[in-house]
């Protein structure tokens, strides 16, 4: 017998070498991290995707089991950050609390936020509110860990206890560090959102796709991360499978844009397909109108893109709106001893202003569009002329959910 018991100690139930061990526990966290980034996120919080009331409970279930995290709290903690996404209200902004604070304190951050019942009523609505969510899963967060780490040890003895610990720091540090931290601090951007979101690879495998986060700020609805055709969201490929198994149901993936011919003005469809793409739109704006002007700007005061600390690139794309006040002064007085940048930015800064719906409807905004394409062709500026040209004949195309 206490042969017997040593040995269960040291090995559980299965008796598992370390390379099963590492199996399982890849396995365990993977699902965890499909559970929120399918779930939680792309479900729950952006509705941009259904799951079979199993699947869904079983999604609801292992969150609870793994990371004893509510559905409710996660989901109005992610719908403030996007509502305030870089001001003193968002949860867990780096610009806000430092990207030291959020990469290694995010867990606290979060459990901050979880505590302001008001904020949680008010943006954790259409969320599970059955018997089980509300007798067992938020009730007794706790009993989930609990639970795992018997699991745990079960199988693998003390060693369990150690894969018990891995698990439970696996989302902390992978989503509320890296993904809440590091996607607003160091990456690439393929759209200039209006908060600092970055993709940090355009391989999202690690984190279920989660790691294409300026993506999905650009298009927060849309159950498919990936936007590039060099980008993969192994998050999106679970969907396809569990879509071909009747399992799921994609309701919201991001319209792609084409051009009509022969758009002499812009109209109602130009101004849709700019709204849905507005972030490709000033992208494209920057690369190429500003870039080429910026790059030549730089090379002639021998500079390399940089001016006395700032980077010009990433600056003036987002307007200095995420400089210091002296730093962005710095960048006003570079640009205005420029009169060919001057006039391009204040190009960008007007067509920005167009973009936005606030208080106009429709008619207006199409009237304001045809005023800045008309300004935009008679400036002399041949690269501004083409993108005046050419955003005119922009119409949104709906893709498919599931191709």
Not at 110 to 128: I, L
Not at 337 to 356: G, I, W
């Amino acid at each position: 017998m206490p042969t017997d018991f040593l040995s269960f100690v040291a090995h559980g139930l299965t008796g598992s070498p370390w390379p099963m061990v590492l199996i399982f526990f890849l396995a365990v966290t993977q699902l965890t991290i499909f559970s929120v980034t399918l779930y939680l996120h792309r479900s729950q919080s952006h509705r941009g995707v259904e799951f079979h009331p199993v699947v869904a409970h079983f999604f609801r279930f292992w969150t609870w089991l793994t990371t004893a995290m509510v559905t409710k709290e996660w989901v109005a903690i992610h719908r403030k950050h996007h509502a305030k996404c870089e001001t003193e209200e968002d949860p867990h902004s780096p610009q806000i609390y430092g990207i030291g604070k959020v990469f290694f304190h995010g867990v606290v951050l979060y459990q901050q936020a979880r505590r302001d019942r008001a904020m949680v009523e008010q943006y954790g609505s259409n969320t599970p509110d059955d018997w089980v969510e509300r007798n067992v899963y938020a009730r007794a967060p706790w009993m989930g860990p609990v639970l795992m780490a018997l699991i745990d040890v079960c199988l693998f003895g003390m060693v369990g206890l150690a894969l018990w610990a891995a698990q439970m720091l696996w989302i902390p540090v992978m989503a509320a560090g890296v993904v809440n931290g590091l996607g607003h601090w160091w990456g690439y951007r393929n759209f200039e959102t209006d908060d600092t979101s970055t993709n940090l690879t355009p391989w999202g495998l690690v984190i279920g796709g989660e790691e294409l986060h300026n993506n999905h700020h650009a298009y927060p609805s849309s159950a498919r991360f990936s936007m590039r055709k060099y980008e993969f969201d192994i998050g999106w490929a679970a969907l396809r499978v569990l879509s071909a198994l009747k399992l799921a149901k994609v309701t919201r993936v991001a319209p792609e844009l084409t051009e009509r011919e022969n758009v002499a003005m812009p109209d109602i469809e130009t101004v849709r397909a700019l709204l849905a793409h507005r972030f490709v739109v000033m992208r494209e704006y920057f690369s190429g109108v500003l870039m080429p002007v910026l790059r030549e700007e730089a090379n002639r005061a021998g500079d390399k893109m940089a001016l006395a600390g700032i980077r010009l690139k990433r600056a003036i794309a987002s307007d200095g709106r995420w400089l210091e006040p002296e730093a962005r002064e710095r960048l006003s007085h570079w640009v205005r001893e420029r009169p060919s940048m001057a006039m391009l930015v204040d190009y960008q800064r007007r067509l920005s202003e167009t973009l936005e719906r606030s208080g106009r409807n429709g008619t207006a905004m199409v009237e304001a569009l045809q005023a800045w394409c008309e300004d935009a062709e008679r400036s002399g500026v041949a690269a501004l002329e083409d993108f005046s040209r050419r955003i005119k004949s922009y119409q949104l195309v709906q893709t498919h959910a599931v191709a």
